[in-house]
């Protein structure tokens, strides 16, 4: 077994690649990847927040592509890489969306803040220079009941400048 891989635990029949380790996981077809990450993964960075795919709490990426983890039945992503907020820095280094989000200060409360990371880092890595109406229309799923807005399209812009581009890859 390689190490960045879980045991099998009994009674379950696939794998989940999260953050680049591999999980054993029940293959319930009914249960949602964001029961699975918050449930059975501990990986509570993950946010319910509707449960109904309309605020982007929930929202991880999918081989790259920002996806509502509470409408994503758990058989859909077997095979496929999983990133979560967890699974964003690489050792102690922040991403560069991440950096971008506390320098623009683009939290109050925090509870949409990893959901609107990770859609930004899908948008960045499709369209590395967006424009402000590009901004809004890719965030328009995302909500912050917190109403800061202003300051998450501002990091978005800040994240579009950082050298090397801040689309870049997880794991
Ligand atoms: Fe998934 Fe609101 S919890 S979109
Ligand atoms: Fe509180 Fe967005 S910072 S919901």
Redesign the pocket.
């Known amino acids: 077994m390689s190490p960045t891989e879980t045991p099998v635990r009994p009674g379950t029949s696939s794998r989940l690649r999260v953050n680049g380790i591999d999980h054993a996981i029940s293959l319930d077809r009914d249960r949602s990847l964001l029961y699975v990450l918050r449930e059975e993964l501990d990986l509570t960075g993950t946010k319910y927040g509707c449960g109904e795919g309309e605020c982007g709490a929930c929202k991880v990426l999918v081989d790259g592509v920002a996806v509502r983890s509470c409408m994503t039945p758990i058989g859909e992503v077997v095979g496929r890489s999983v990133t979560t907020i967890e699974g964003l820095a690489i050792g102690t280094r922040l991403h560069p969306v991440q950096q971008a989000f506390i320098d623009a200060n683009a939290?109050?409360?925090?509870?949409?803040?990893p959901g609107?990371i990770l859609a930004s880092v899908s948008l960045l890595a499709r369209n590395p220079h967006p424009s402000d109406m590009e901004i809004r229309a890719a965030m328009d799923g995302n909500?912050?009941?917190?109403g800061?807005y202003l300051r998450i399209v501002e990091a978005i812009q800040k994240a579009s400048q950082t050298a090397g581009g801040a689309g870049g890859g997880p794991p």
């Open positions: 939290f109050q409360c925090g509870f949409c803040t609107m909500i912050c009941r917190c800061g």
